[in-house]
């Protein structure tokens, strides 16, 4: 019985054509001409530059989007110079993230508060029985 290798990532053992497609969706103006990667793209219905899952950009997201790693070193390149962009209004210290705004709208990132649940030192209260 011969076993096939397998690759670390499941999820990168797709034909270099999906590759191709997922760069150019990352890379297009509507996901990308942001301080960074958007989580949804600004052409849809549901869109909003300060909405936590629905516009904002998550800088760990963009660095973690892999296009050098798949041979699109330009795309990558636009991403991660939208992070370096953001870096000096954040005294360099970048937050969680920030407002997916479009860099022709705003000089620099908003930055955006994650929701209430998600703050430190916010622990599970058992309900009352």
């Keep these: 019985m011969r076993i096939r290798r397998r690759t670390a990532c499941p999820q990168f053992t797709a034909t270099t054509g999906r ?3 997922v760069a150019a969706r990352l890379a297009a103006p509507d996901m990308s001409d942001a301080y960074g990667l958007r989580t ?3 052409q849809s219905g549901g869109f909003g530059p300060l909405r936590y899952h629905c516009g904002a950009v998550w800088p760990h997201d963009t660095a973690i989007a892999g296009l050098a ?3 699109h070193p330009e795309a990558a390149a636009r991403l ?3 992070i370096l962009d953001a870096a000096p209004a954040f005294d360099y210290r970048l937050p969680e993230l920030w407002g ?3 860099r022709t709208d705003t000089p620099a990132p908003v930055p955006t508060r994650p ?3 998600h703050g430190p030192g916010r622990r599970h209260q058992p309900s009352p029985s």
């Design 115 to 117: 929701p209430a649940g």
């Design 19 to 21: 590759y191709d497609t």
């Design 80 to 82: 991660i110079e939208g």
């Design 40 to 42: 949804m793209s600004s």
């Design 100 to 102: 997916g705004d479009a």
């Design 69 to 71: 790693r798949t041979g």
